[in-house]
Structures are given as C-alpha cells and as structure tokens.
C-alpha cells in the first residue's frame, strides 16, 4: 500500500468515526485490509497536520484542520490551540518551554510550526512539554510574553 493511500484512507476515518487515539486508528486501517504500525500512523497523522479536538461531551478526537498543511495557518487557529492546549509558559535566554496536559505537546508544535512565526527558530516537542528556539533578535522572554497572550495566561 502506498503512503498516499493510507494517507488518504486515514483522512476518511477522521471524517467517519470519533478517533480518540492512534491505536483506534491502526485498528479501523487493519479492518479494511491496510496494516500499519502505531508509529507510522503517528507520522502520517503528523504530515496530514491531524489535531486533536474536544468534542460536545468532553471527549477528544483527532480531527484535519481545513487549511492545508502547507499553508500558514491563521492566527486564530494558533491562538484557539494555544488556548485549549497551553498551561503554562517559561523561558530562559533564546528558549521558550511550553506545557500541555499529556500527550498534546506535538498538537501545539505543529500548530506553531505552521503559523510561520518569523521569531520561531523551531519546536520539539515531547509527551507533554514543548521547547521553542527564538532568534536572538526577540530572545526568549518576549517570545514568551506573546505565546503567553496567545494563549490567555
């Protein structure tokens, strides 16, 4: 099978079912006859630029944002993630650290990865904490100050 028909396939399961994690995910792909590893469905999610939405109930579900990966990505859709994702901001020098509830770090390093934040050197992410390296030009504690008003803090 190639990437871009799991790829595709992946993307019509988001629209079908209420996908809570990846391992759903793998399942509903192995029960139309498309195996795939955990980790490569977190890739393809990943590169389809999937997200994480609460839905009515409270429950969360990967979803496809409408603009596509490769475009930039307004700023209210940065700041409804950095909202419903961020809890809390730290910074020291050129660095930015970001926590999320668990397993949401990689949601908000993609959307900041897509707002094309000139400021942003780049993201990683972990499980629940994100490290942002700002140019020198806006050092670390003004970065800072603007993903803490995006995100309402």
Known sequence: MSKARRQHRIAALLEEHAVTNQVQLVELLEDEGL?????TVSRDLDELGAIKVRVPGGE?????????VDR???????RRVM???????????NLVVLRTP???AHVVASALDRAGIEEILGTVAGDDTLMIV???EIGGESLAARLRELAGL
């Open 102 to 104: 668990p397993g949401s």
């Open 72 to 78: 930039i990505a307004p700023e209210d859709h940065l």
């Open 83 to 93: 909202g419903d994702w961020v809890a809390d901001v730290g910074c020291s020098a």
């Open 35 to 39: 195996g795939a590893t955990q980790a």
């Open 60 to 68: 969360t579900v990967y979803a496809i944002p409408e603009h596509p």
């Open 134 to 136: 700002a140019t020198e």
